[in-house]
């Protein structure tokens, strides 16, 4: 019985941090609800790491006008 709550214990702490991980841009950016684009363009382009979506991720993040263009 004891092992069978110590293993269910790991796994329940296994499975809070690795969800602590999701829901940043490039897991190690901002939140998908503090970036200006939303979960929309998180959906489609928070864990994809080309040099140019990180390019486009820093600068709507410092002009959040820009989100309808560089995130469609």
């Known amino acids: ?41 998180y959906a489609k382009y928070g864990d994809d790491s080309r040099a140019q979506v990180r390019h486009n991720y820093l600068v709507t993040l410092r002009n959040p006008a820009m989100c309808a263009k560089l995130f469609p």
């Open 1 to 41: 019985m004891t092992k069978l709550l110590i293993a269910a214990l790991l796994a329940a702490f296994a499975a809070s941090a690795q969800a602590e991980g999701s829901g940043r841009w490039f897991i190690d950016g901002v939140p998908w609800f503090q970036h200006p684009c939303g979960l929309s363009a």
